[in-house]
């Protein structure tokens, strides 16, 4: 599904924000990064969409070199691409249905016409996604009159209605408080278990990430420090 071939970042100020990153991951597969912050956790994960752009390697995402994509090939590969970020990124004045709806293929307008221009089975589709992570009564309310972790589980559905077949969490509960991580964890894996969506995750924590995920990879100064199944994690990586 994502294949990682010598692939290298090196930001304009010279950072190195991934350093010979060589590796695959598979359909299916519900992948954790940890590592501190600086480590090149988010920088990984933008650049299968290429929201940051690697200097070196190739990098294939279902065999398709995004490294060698225009602007065309990219819209095609970012709508297979579902990103959830740790702010959220709701359009906070508008109601969840409207966000939700707005995770439909190709979309780009505003979202003030929206349910106009949306046909009744994508509002069917978004009210199911709605339901899967249980915020199905707040349909009507505004994005902002939502708490952080109702307003998360709003951004999976959106994510979920754009019918993706990867999923990247760019620190999806670094803003949220212990028992509220879990419950969005907890949605995560599930809807990766039932749509077999391959998922990769950034987490600040080792302990959440031994909870959830297949395999692990550390991260150390843009390095790869450790990858493997949550059974090799010893106290010393
Ligand atoms: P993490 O997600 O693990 O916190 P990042 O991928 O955000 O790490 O950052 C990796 C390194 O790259 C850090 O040293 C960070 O300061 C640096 N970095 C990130 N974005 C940029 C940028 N746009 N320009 C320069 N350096 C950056
Ligand atoms: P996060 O860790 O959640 O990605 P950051 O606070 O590290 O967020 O970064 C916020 C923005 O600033 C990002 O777009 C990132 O690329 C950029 N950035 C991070 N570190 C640097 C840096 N050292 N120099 C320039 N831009 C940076």
Do not use: C, W
Not at 3 to 8: I, L, R
Not at 128 to 144: C, F, G, S, T
Not at 151 to 159: D, E, G, K, N, P
Not at 204 to 225: K, T
């Amino acid at each position: 599904m994502i294949e990682f071939n010598d692939v290298s970042l090196v930001y304009p100020n010279g950072t190195e924000g991934l350093k010979n990153i060589d590796l695959k991951i598979n359909e299916g597969e519900f992948v954790v990064i940890v590592g501190l912050s600086g480590a090149g956790k988010s920088t990984f994960i933008r650049s299968i969409n290429r929201l940051v752009t690697p200097t070196s390697g190739s990098l294939l995402v279902e065999d398709e070199d995004i490294l060698k994509a225009n602007g065309t090939d990219l819209r095609r590969l970012r709508t297979k691409i579902g990103m959830i970020f740790q702010s959220y990124n709701l359009v906070k004045r508008s109601t969840v249905l409207k966000n939700v709806i707005s995770g439909r293929l190709g979309y780009t307008g505003t979202l003030t016409s929206i349910l106009n221009i949306f046909s009744k089975e994508d509002k069917l589709l978004a009210y199911e996604n709605l339901k899967r992570v249980n915020i199905e009564e707040k349909l009507y309310n505004r994005a902002d009159e939502l708490s952080g972790g109702q307003q998360q589980r709003v951004s999976i559905a959106r994510v979920l209605t754009q019918k993706p077949k990867l999923i990247l969490a760019d620190e999806p509960v670094a803003s949220l408080d212990p028992p509220t991580s879990h419950q969005v964890m907890k949605y995560l894996k599930q809807i990766n278990r039932e749509d077999k969506i391959t998922t990769i995750v950034n987490l600040h924590f080792i302990d959440m990430a031994m909870e959830y995920a297949d395999r692990i990879i550390g991260m150390r100064a843009g390095e790869v420090v450790f990858d493997g199944p949550v059974s090799d994690v010893t106290e010393q990586t």
